[in-house]
């Protein structure tokens, strides 16, 4: 063997003998921090949302949308707020009304007043492809105080899309724990964002009071710990991760990916999911939430197979 060679099997034993002194050393040192199971996760799980209300039945997020994934016994919605020009919280996913409803301009440029005027059933078509919802009654636009308020017994799932360089994102993580504490909710809503910096702003005024979701940031934290030596280091700061089944080719949904965050006292949940052998197998494999658009078919699901 040449004198190379040998340098570059000493080099990768040397190496080789540096992470697993680090492995041992951390894992030593390290215990795991496992979070407590808040009130929000102590239901019989799975837990089947509707998204944005189940917006395949119905115009997303109006009472139309709420009251049909309520006849399929969903356990609670998936939800978007944003906040408006007179700072009330509305249930809202896009920046703009224009994709569904009559009107156009920003939510953040409108009044409470202002969207109440809008027609949410405008573009929605059913399978036939016809406007059922359009001068609805119940398609209008609702607060989040509204949904608390009319759906009692739910839970709900609320995702922050107000990005947290704009005005409305520095002020909405304030007025929506303001919300649920006036409301006495706590126990019943998670709290989520993709931006992990509006979770970490809502968190400060929470404490450990409210479910909390994790962002992007973290979900990718989580995967690469559970990929190396170190997973043992990772201590979570979310009470569940929802997730899509893939991203850029990774599938989050490997049953040792989700057994892994289970140990950690994290609810593994996923969106969106419309077929019932992908819910199905999401179940089997451990999967604790379910989001979906259509409610009918996870309902048809648990009563067939469950």
């Known amino acids: 063997m040449n004198k190379c060679i040998k340098r570059l099997l000493a080099a990768a034993g040397v190496t080789g003998g540096i992470i697993g002194g680090l492995w041992v050393g951390t894992k030593v040192m390290s215990e795991p921090r496992i979070r407590d199971i808040k009130p929000y996760f102590r239901h019989r799980s799975p837990y089947i949302f509707a998204h944005r209300g189940g917006m395949g039945l119905a115009p997303e997020h109006t009472k139309a949308a709420f009251d049909k994934a309520n006849e399929f016994d969903v356990d609670g919605f998936e939800v978007d707020v944003r906040m408006t020009k007179d700072e009330e919280i509305v249930l809202f996913h896009d920046a703009y009304v224009d994709r569904t409803s009559n009107g156009a301009g920003r939510i953040n440029n409108m ?18 492809g016809s406007h059922p919802f359009r001068g609805a009654n119940d398609a209008k636009i609702m607060t989040l105080k509204e949904l608390l308020e009319s759906y009692p017994d739910k839970l709900i799932n609320i995702d922050i899309k107000d990005e947290p360089e704009t005005y409305e994102g520095s002020l909405i993580p304030s007025l929506l724990y303001r919300l649920i504490d006036k409301t006495g909710v706590q126990n019943r809503v998670l709290v989520t964002s993709f931006h992990d910096s509006q979770i970490d702003r809502f968190g400060l005024y929470s404490g450990d009071t409210v479910a909390l979701g994790a962002g992007t940031d973290q979900v990718r934290d989580a995967y690469l710990a559970y990929t190396t030596f170190f997973k043992h280091l990772y201590t979570p700061k979310a009470d569940t991760f929802q997730m899509p089944v893939t991203v850029n080719n990774i599938p ?33 494999k451990g999967a604790h939430t379910i989001v979906t658009d259509f409610p009918d078919i996870s309902f048809h699901l648990l009563n067939e197979r469950y």
């Open 252 to 284: 989050l949904d490997h049953e040792g990916f989700i057994d892994y965050l289970q140990s950690l006292n994290i609810a593994v949940g996923y969106w969106v999911v419309n077929e019932m052998d992908q819910m199905d197998a999401l179940i089997q």
């Open 111 to 128: 009044t409470l007043q202002d969207l109440k005027q809008l027609d949410f059933g405008y573009h929605y078509r059913d399978v036939e």
